[in-house]
């Protein structure tokens, strides 16, 4: 066969149109907000759900549900972008932002790190440089368009860093633990980029 | 959540819903979870004899189960394919570009019957 | 690392679908649309020449691929609907609204046009006369397409022989939604008439016409308990639909004493998973 076949009539989904200015490259955008799963769905209680600011060596800060939700809430309307090449724009969060939890944590004593790695309900990782949580730059988000997340978009609570790919915004998330050295988190141990910016296209370990 | 607290949570909530039909659920969390013979394709691209046949060895809890036989979640960066008995993952294949990864180290041990060029009868 | 193909043995028999046609059965092949057959409202049966299909067995699936003009392509994969014994392959897609792929399947392929696939996929998942019974087989809506073709293939194998039907007693208990979502209606009931070894019981779970004698609810232990074979007699299982169907089911015979080993899985889902979806 020399001329690659075309499946006559076939579009598929998700046709950059007017919005094409604002997708990564090689991303398409969808209305849709596809569900993907690595696990089976956590369903952690609220009455038992806490998050865990961990240092690299020790103490820990701790809150719990209604503690979480005591803290300055913000809105977030953001881009987001998979890996997998659906984009989604002008999404609608709540949530905690880093920068909130990183002064909260530095105040009981818990020592910051070069990296963080978050850590999930159902054992997912994945793991940034500080510098990319923080600077306004990512939150816990515990509502999407303005409802509570629900458990298959990784509720009560996933981290949300919309200039990384979004494998990297951690689902279920329960911890950041900060760390000296660099560790690679689920994906990112299995060969996909290790740092993940949509826009240099880095989406497998060896792009640049 | 202990791996058995989660299993104990998964069963229940399963004991409630109950059997339905519910194709339109297709979008909720659980439906996401396939069989191993999901996996057939694209590990047809690497092992040469049908490896959802094969028998693994899950590495965390020892349950040894054939590989068409595993939770596979059909995960849009890679297949992850999870033991049965306790959820850990066993298995991971991804296709990106004209690569393919296998991640194994979740089998302890891979064992496939009948392998070979068979005697003439 | 990877061999492909037979490395020896010229001689050997080849058993179609097994592994020793590997080479043959992974590569990508253009098929041919024959025809295009309406099962439901939302389901379409394909009936495919496949130019050098190795042959498959029941219970195996294809890879579909589509490729639009700009190169993007989307990839899902569809049980195989007919029996081996057939020289034609047979794929039932149901149609989901909002699916990337199956709307394509089912309302824009016709007669005349190419369509890329590869198989047969797949040897857990598969059923043949020489592996024996009783059979049990228990289908969720387009569940029912790999159990159809077992029953295809056994009715094609065993038609002719009595002595060999009452070896292989079988037994199919398939959900719908209403009557016209039922897949290959004008099949099953000859099929169970002129067969006293095969029994076919059918669940509608949300609307039966005026009459209906079957069952008239969602899948439960209750049902299963009584139609099932008992577990004594060892029956190989199959069950096929959506995922919570088919855990609860599993679950549920487990429970009643099936051996877990016997009884096999295939979950239909979305993106991308065995049987028809998306």
Same mark, same amino acid.
């Given at each position: ?54 240092? /690299? ?9 209604? %503690? ?36 909260? /944590? ?6 910051? /790190?070069?990296?963080?790695?978050? &850590? ?19 939150? &816990? /988000? ?9 458990? %298959? ?56 | ?121 | ?24 059965? +992974? ?93 047969? +996929? ?11 019974? =009783? ?10 397409? !790999? ?21 292989? =007693? ?48 969602? +899948? ?14 060892? =029956? ?33 889902? !979305? ?8």
């Amino acid at each position: 066969m020399t001329e690659p076949f075309v499946s006559r009539g076939f579009r598929g989904r998700g046709r950059p149109g007017a919005t094409a200015a604002r997708l990564p490259p090689g991303q398409y955008e969808t209305p849709d907000f596809p569900v993907l799963s690595a696990g089976p769905t956590p369903r952690t209680p609220l009455a038992t759900w806490d998050f865990l600011f961990r240092g /690299a060596d020790g103490p820990a800060a701790r809150w719990t549900w209604d %503690e979480f939700q005591a803290l300055p809430h913000e809105t977030v309307n953001t881009d987001i972008h998979c890996v997998t090449k659906w984009s989604k724009l002008d999404t609608i969060w709540e949530g905690v932002s880093l920068d909130t939890l990183l002064a909260e /944590a530095a105040t009981r004593g818990v020592k910051s /790190a070069p990296y963080v790695l978050a &850590v999930s309900d159902g054992g997912y990782t994945t793991n940034l440089p500080l510098a990319d949580v923080a600077g306004g730059k990512a939150w &816990v /988000a515990v509502k999407y368009q303005g409802v509570p997340l629900t458990p %298959e978009h990784g509720g009560p609570a996933r981290l949300l860093v919309p200039h990384l790919y979004f494998w990297k915004s951690a689902k279920w998330v329960r911890q950041l633990r900060f760390m000296e050295h660099d560790e690679a988190g689920f994906w990112e141990s299995f060969g996909y980029h290790n740092y993940g910016d949509p826009w240099r296209e880095q989406r497998y370990s060896g792009d640049p | 959540m202990t791996v058995g607290e989660h299993r104990e949570a998964v069963m229940n909530r399963e004991a409630r819903t109950g059997p339905e039909e519910g194709v339109d659920d297709e979008r909720a969390g659980e439906v996401l979870r396939l069989d191993g013979n999901a996996a057939a394709g694209i590990l047809s691209e690497v092992f040469v004899p049908d490896l959802t046949t094969a028998r693994a060895t899950c590495a965390n809890c020892g349950m040894i189960r054939a590989i068409g036989a595993l939770l596979v979640y059909a995960h849009g960066m890679g297949m992850v394919m999870r033991c049965p008995n306790c959820d850990a993952v066993v298995l991971r294949v991804a296709r990106p570009r004209r690569q393919l990864w296998v991640d194994l180290t979740g089998a302890k041990l891979v064992v496939m019957a009948g392998v070979g060029a068979p005697s003439v009868a | 690392m990877v061999t492909r193909g037979v490395s020896s043995g010229t001689a050997a028999t080849r058993e179609p679908g097994s592994s020793t046609l590997r080479s043959a059965a +992974i590569a990508w092949r253009l098929a041919t649309v024959v025809d295009v057959v309406t099962e439901t409202p939302r389901a379409r049966t394909l009936v495919l020449d496949v130019p050098g299909w190795p042959g498959h067995r029941a219970g195996q699936h294809v890879d579909v691929r589509l490729t639009a003009d700009d190169g993007y392509q989307a990839e899902r994969s569809y049980s195989i609907a007919s029996a081996p014994e057939d020289a034609r392959i047979a794929l039932t897609v149901q149609r989901l609204d909002d699916g990337e792929v199956s709307p394509y399947l089912t309302d824009v392929l016709r007669g005349g046009d190419r369509l890329e696939l590869r198989g047969p +996929i797949g040897g857990y998942f598969v059923w043949g006369v020489a592996l024996g019974g =009783p059979l049990f087989l228990v289908a969720g809506g387009s569940g029912i397409v !790999p159990l159809m073709a077992m029953l295809r293939h056994r009715a094609a194998v065993l038609t002719a022989n009595s002595d060999a039907r009452h070896g292989v =007693p079988t037994r199919l208990l398939y959900s719908s939604r209403r009557w016209e979502d039922v897949f290959y209606r004008a099949e099953l009931a000859p099929l169970a008439e002129d067969d006293e070894t095969l029994e076919v019981a059918l669940t509608l779970t949300h609307e039966a016409p005026p009459g209906w004698t079957g069952f008239r609810r969602l +899948i439960d232990r209750r049902m299963l308990a009584e139609v099932a074979w008992p577990p004594a007699e060892r =029956p190989k299982v199959f069950v096929c639909g959506p995922t919570p169907l088919v855990e609860a089911v599993a679950t549920a015979l487990v429970e009643l004493g099936h051996d877990p080993a016997l009884v096999k899985t295939e979950r239909v889902g !979305p993106t991308g998973g065995s049987g028809s979806a998306a």
